[in-house]
Each structure stands twice: as C-alpha cells, then as structure tokens.
C-alpha cells in the first residue's frame, strides 16, 4: 500500500520529465488535497514561467502525460490540475494495509542509531510540572523511531551532582538516612531541599560541613558516595512512580545524569584546549564560537571551565556530545529541552562542530519545548506561587476522569482502570496535540472533554468501534470482508486512512507529534461521518455490506490504536 500523495508526486515527476525533459523531473509537484477533486497539483503555475509557455498550456502537457493514470485528471482554471483516484486504486491500496500489521507504516531505510535526550528532572528538587512536557513528547518521539525500525537510545539526563548535594547530604546525616529515604520516596523533595538550604543559609558550622562534603564527594570518598547513592536511590524510586502513572518508557537503565560525565569533562576541557578550539578568558576556558555575540557586539563566550575550576551546563554538555558520537555511535540526536535553552545548544552544537565533535554525518536538534501556562496565561503554579508537583497534577487528572464516568455503571475495578487511562490520556494528549515549542494553556476542563480534539474523544473512537465488533459477534482481527466504497463517507474515510504510513514518517522527521495528533483527529472525524450515514451493524444491513463496512472499521480502528500508541496514550476497551 503507498500514501496517494507520494504515489501522485511520482507520478507528476515523471510526466514533468516526459514532458519537459529530465531537467524537470526534480520538481515540486505542489500536490495538496483540494475541495474540487482528491488533490491539486499546482505545479504548472510555478513552471510557467521557467518554461516561457502559459500555464494552462503546462498543465495540459502534464495531463497528456498521465493518461494511463489510475483515476482522472482534469485542467481547471489557469492551469491547476485537478486529480480525482479511481474507487478501485483505493480500495486495492485500502485492503493491502488492512492485511499490513502495521497498517502501512514501513521501516526507516537505512535504520538509524537515534539518541533521544528527555524529562531530566534535577535530584535535588521535586519533579514538577515543568518536566511534564519534555517527559511526555520525548517519549512520543523515542516510541515512534522504534516503531520505524531505528535503535532508539533513551538518555534521562538527570540533574545528580553539583555543589547542592554537599548539603543534601549533610541535611541527610542530620535527620537520619531512614527519615531522609521516606521524605523523599514519597516526593517531598522541594521540603527536602528547602530545608537543607535554610540550615545552609542560616548556619556557619552547616555551611562548613556542607562545602567539605562537596569536596569528598568529588574526590571519590567512598562513604560519602555510599549516602549519595542512598539518596539518589530513593529519589529515582520515586521520579519511577511519577514515570509508571504517566505510562512512559524511561527505566533506570536510561539515566544518564550529570555524574555519569563527571569523569570525562577534565579531559574535555583539557582536549578543547590542546586543540585551540577553547582558550582562557578572565580565567575561564571559554569556547567563542563564530556568529553569537551579545548585546555589547562582543563575542558570546561558551565557558565549559569556570575561573574557580568548576565546571558547567557547558562542560556536561560537550562531553556528552562526543559520548553520544563517539560511543554511542549515533546517527541523530534529539535535546527534548525546554525553548529557554536555546541559545545555549545553539552555541553548544557550534562549539562541538568547531572541535571536530559532532560531524556532518550527525544530526544533534534541541526540540524546544514551550512553557506550560495556566489558564490566566502566566506559568502554571499554585496558588501561593510554587510549582505544583507533578504527581499531584497528575492524580487530579485521575480524579476528575473518575468523576466523569462515576454513572456509567461500572464496577469499582473497571471503573478505576478505565479513570488511570482517560486521566492519563487526556493529559498526554492535551500536550502533545499542540506544537511543542509553543506555549501551552493547561486546562483540565477542556483537556477532560469528550467532545474536539482531546483524549477522551480519541479513546472513545477507539471504544465506540470496538463496541461495533462486539455487536457484529466478530473480533476485529477475524475480519473476512474486503473494502468496498459504496458511499462518499467509505471513501472519505478510506482515502485519509491511506496517508497513515507516510505522516507516521514525516512527524518522526520533523519532530512534530501533534501532526500525528491532527491526522488522528481527522481519521475519528471521518469515521463517525461514517458511522452515522453508513450503517454497520443493525438491523436490515445486508450481510455483504456488513462485512465491507466492518472491514473498514477495523482498518480504522487499527490505524487509530496505532497512532495512539505511539503517542504513548492509553486506549480502554470501554469507556
């Protein structure tokens, strides 16, 4: 099966070099769905002009070329070309993906080592809802290179080392290891560290013991490293809780935090200097790459060596750079990291490029991810002005899903399960349907709603045509029938479904979920046009109708849990 998009840009290609010559077979088509037929290529417009002959007179060479064409062609206007499908291309293409597990998503060629770099939420701090975003698109994007057949490394990025955890772990001694692994276990971390910080603040002798610990710790000592681990440990267990309601894939196996590059950033910054690429600025090793300069028109320095001899963002940052290239062997990188950052990859990226790090085979990209906003459009907070802790946010999420469907006759259990997905979902889904380097309004009301783009309305697609199966006695995998389109709804429906495979392709190009969000959207709109005008299993349905019309549904059903799951949203089997 092939996207008729794809297969009508090939097709125009090489009617243009028939027509025009082999010069021409390179040019954008400027195929779009159109309102007058399936598509419109508009190329002859663009080439009219390079052509030197009007466009109505391109366009109907075009045409003279695509008379074998499976469908029809017809010159409209000034020049556009009007391209309607022939029912039968359709519903051959349409019975291929139904017999196609993946429902026409092919596999990445060649197959790619893809390093994604997301959530990082910082040890030393609660997980709040600012790591809700990069958590949730990232994960997105490492399920759909998967998908596609790439060899996805999951890096979580954790915030784990640094002058803090000097006081951190005496604040640890000080109230006993038992009582600092239950604060933090149950994701009290912000209390955790507030409360360090005040005994830091506000007393010389803590203040002392603190700045001693951060020397032994990054010197190795072993006992301070043992109660390092200790409150590390209970840490990831809980940021795990955070993960395992969310429904993400990042295990323990993928952190790859700040002290993991602790070992590699003196040889780092001692390489950057060796090779000339950073020099000594006011006793800081700086790295100036060409092309960022401040507000004074001087260039922008990259300190990857403090004048103290600490190290920075900066420093991880490039050694991770050439571990993920050198070791790791990657093809493409992507920072899921929040759009403030931007600047700073920016120059990261160039500072690794001018040291001979990151070469052109390589593809490092900061997915910006915009700021989470509260309904009143300023950062979402509590009302007393701290950011509201991410478990918290998400639990309320449940709540109100269980809330929604506590009438719907469902056991305690069922009702419970069937609450943790819409929750979840509505979450997952609110955010990923909007492009992720824009600011996003967090709004449980419309994000809960069973109506428009949202999660709930997603999954109930999916339950409303499982129910159909149910009715019908059939399992949608034991579907028999083929595709017959009989009714513009079959059709319509049909055709957006055969574009499946090549948008699954183009939003792991580009980054984007909320494509595939849009995309899915639309097939749950077709659907219930469909659903409404074309009945499928009542009363008075021939059985050969039927049996076409459950064959679509399982096609769309198939494309739908698909989609879903690769945007990591949960899908019930009722709701």
């Known amino acids: 099966m092939t996207d008729p998009q794809t297969v009508l840009t090939e097709r125009v290609q090489q ?11 390179d040019a954008d ?62 519903e051959s293409e349409a019975a291929a993906m139904l017999d196609d597990p993946r429902a026409g998503v092919g596999f990445a060629t060649p197959p790619q ?29 490492a399920r759909m290179h998967e998908h596609l057949g790439n060899t996805v490394i999951r890096q979580n990025h954790l915030g784990d080392w640094g002058t803090p955890f000097g006081m951190l772990i005496e604040h640890l001694l000080d109230i006993g290891e038992e009582a600092a692994v239950a604060q933090l276990e149950a994701g009290m971390g912000t209390e955790y560290y507030q409360a360090a910080r005040s005994q830091f603040d506000g007393g010389e002798e803590f203040k002392v013991r603190s700045r001693k610990r951060v020397t032994m710790l990054q010197s190795g000592d072993p006992e301070t490293l043992r109660l390092w681990h200790v409150f590390m440990d209970a840490t990831i267990r809980y940021f795990n809780k955070v993960y395992g309601m969310l429904g993400v894939t990042l295990t323990d196996a993928d952190i790859a935090g700040e002290s993991m590059y602790n070992p590699m950033l003196e040889k780092t910054c001692d390489d950057l200097e060796a090779a000339g690429v950073a020099v000594l600025s006011e006793g800081a090793l700086c790295v100036f790459p ?27 940052d490039m050694a991770a750079i050439r571990y993920r290239v050198d070791d790791l062997k990657s093809d493409r990188m992507l920072y899921v990291v929040g759009a403030d950052q931007a600047l700073h990859f920016r120059m990261v990226f160039a500072a690794a490029k001018l040291a001979g790090w990151l070469p052109e085979t390589v593809s490092a990209e900061h997915v910006q991810i915009g ?31 269980a809330a929604a469907i506590a009438d719907r006759g469902y056991d305690e259990t069922t009702r419970a399960e069937i609450a943790q997905a819409v929750g979840m979902g509505a979450v997952k889904y609110a955010d990923l349907s909007v492009s992720h380097d824009s600011e996003y309004v967090f709004d449980y009301d419309r994000m809960l709603g069973f109506n428009g783009n949202t999660g709930p309305y997603m999954q109930y697609a999916t339950a409303r045509i499982r129910s159909i199966f149910r009715r019908a006695g059939v399992a949608p995998a034991d579907t ?45 709109s077709l659907f219930s046009t469909f659903y409404e005008e074309c009945p499928v299993a009542k009363d008075g349905v ?15 059903l198939r494309v739908l849990e698909t989609g879903l799951d690769l945007l990591g949203v949960p899908v019930p089997e009722r709701m």
């Not at 009617?15 to 077979?25: D, T, V, W």
């Not at 083929?482 to 392709?505: D, M, Y």
């Open 15 to 25: 009617a243009l070099a028939h027509a025009f010559g082999s010069e021409y077979a």
């Open 29 to 90: 088509p400027l195929i779009r769905p159109s309102q007058f037929a399936d598509f419109q290529a508009n190329v002859a417009m663009s080439l009219a002009k390079r052509l030197r002959r009007a466009p109505r007179e391109v366009a109907e060479a075009i045409a003279a070329e695509l008379s074998d064409f499976p469908g029809t062609v017809e010159v409209s206007g000034p020049g556009f070309l009007n391209i309607a499908l022939d029912d039968s291309w359709i």
């Open 113 to 141: 080592t893809v390093v994604v770099d997301y959530s990082a939420p910082n040890a030393a701090k609660e997980m709040h809802v600012g790591h809700l975003r990069t958590t949730i698109v990232g994960d997105s994007l």
């Open 290 to 316: 060409p092309g960022f300069t401040g507000s004074d028109d001087k260039p922008l320095p990259l300190i990857v060596r403090k004048s103290d001899g600490g190290y920075g963002y900066a420093s991880t």
């Open 371 to 401: 700021m989470m906003l509260g309904k009143d459009g300023r950062r979402f907070k509590t009302r007393s002005g701290e950011s509201i802790k991410l478990m918290d946010l998400l639990q309320e999420a449940v709540d109100r899903a």
């Open 480 to 524: 028999t029938g083929r595709i017959v389109l009989g009714h513009p709804a079959e059709r319509a429906l049909a055709l957006h479904l055969l574009g499946f495979g090549a948008l699954v392709e183009q939003v792991a190009a580009l980054s984007e979920p909320h494509r595939l969000c849009a995309f899915l959207f639309e097939t749950a």
């Open 542 to 556: 021939d059985a050969e109708t039927k049996a076409h019309r459950l064959a679509l549904c399982a096609l769309t």
